[in-house]
C-alpha cells in the first residue's frame, strides 16, 4: 500500500511547521481564506460532506477552518466542528449565524491531535485538507481514530505528492522554502496515510480516488473496525479540555 517516503532526501518533518507557526499562518489567511480557496477546494468539501451526512449519528469536522463545508451537510446532519484557529473559527461562527444552519451542533477551538472528546463519540469524522497542515499526521489519525466508533468511518480529503519529477522536486523546492509562511507542506507522500492503516488491526481503507481540479487530492475513506490490537488507540486523557467555544 505504500510509496516510497519523500524525495531526494527531504525529511517531511524537518521545516518548522508547529502548532505556533500554524496558529500564525491561519491568522494570516483568515480575511482571505475563501476569496483564495472557496473554488479550488470546494469538489473535496463537497465530496465529504456527502459522505459523512450519510452517517447514523453525529458527525466530527477536524479543522473546520471558515467552515465553507458546513453549509454543505444535509439539514438532518449533526455536525460539531473543531479547529486550531481562532480567526478562522470567528468566521465558521458568523456562517453558521448568517446562514441560519440549525444543523451545526457547536463549534470550538481544539488541537487536533489532542481532541476533548470521549473515545467513539462520533459516527463519522472528516477532515478535509487537515493532513499537510498539522505537525505530526500519524498522531493526528491516531486521535480520528480514538474518536470514530467502531462501524463508523474517517473521511480525509489531502494532497497527496506527485511520483514524478518535475512536480515532485517542485513541491519539495516549495516545501523547504515556504511551508511556515504558508501554513501547509506541498510535499505530502501516501506513505504517511497508507503505513497508519496497514499498522492499525481496526482500521480498513475502503475507498482512495482522486478528485478535481486536475486530481490534484485524494479522498480516503477508512472504516473503524470492531476488533482491537495493541496499537489500536492511545488512552484518553480525561484532562484534555478544548481550547475555547466559539
Not at 473559527?89 to 470521549?118: H, P, T, W, Y
Not at 473503524?224 to 480525561?238: F, K, N
Request: charged fraction near 25%; proline fraction near 7%; hydrophobic fraction near 45%.
Amino acid at each position: 500500500m505504500s510509496d516510497a517516503r519523500g524525495v531526494s532526501g527531504f525529511n517531511f518533518f524537518e521545516h518548522g511547521l508547529d502548532r505556533q507557526a500554524i496558529e500564525a499562518a491561519y491568522a494570516r489567511w483568515a480575511p482571505v481564506y475563501d476569496l483564495v480557496f472557496s473554488h479550488m477546494l470546494g469538489p473535496g468539501r463537497r465530496a465529504v460532506a456527502t459522505i459523512a451526512s450519510r452517517a447514523d449519528g453525529r458527525i466530527l469536522d477536524v479543522g473546520v477552518g471558515t467552515g465553507l463545508e458546513l453549509p454543505m451537510f444535509r439539514d438532518r446532519a449533526r455536525v460539531v466542528g473543531v479547529d486550531l484557529s481562532e480567526p478562522m473559527l470567528q468566521r465558521a461562527s458568523a456562517r453558521v449565524a448568517r446562514e441560519g444552519l440549525k444543523n451545526i451542533a457547536g463549534l470550538a477551538r481544539m488541537d487536533a491531535s489532542r481532541l476533548a472528546f470521549c473515545d467513539a463519540s462520533f459516527a463519522c469524522v472528516v477532515a478535509p485538507y487537515l493532513l499537510t497542515v498539522v505537525p505530526d499526521p500519524e498522531e493526528t489519525l491516531d486521535e480520528l481514530a480514538r474518536v470514530v466508533r467502531p462501524g463508523g468511518e474517517i473521511v480525509l480529503v489531502n494532497h497527496v505528492s506527485s511520483p514524478d519529477w518535475p512536480m515532485s522536486a517542485l513541491e519539495q523546492f516549495v516545501g523547504e522554502s515556504f511551508s511556515v509562511t504558508l501554513g501547509w507542506r506541498p510535499q505530502f507522500p501516501w506513505s504517511i496515510i497508507g503505513d497508519w492503516i496497514d499498522q492499525r488491526t481496526d482500521m480498513r481503507l475502503t475507498e482512495r480516488r482522486v478528485l478535481p481540479p486536475f486530481g490534484l487530492f485524494t479522498l480516503t475513506r477508512i472504516e473503524r473496525l470492531a476488533r482491537w490490537g495493541e496499537h489500536s488507540r492511545r488512552p484518553y486523557d480525561e484532562h484534555r479540555r478544548p481550547f475555547e467555544h466559539a
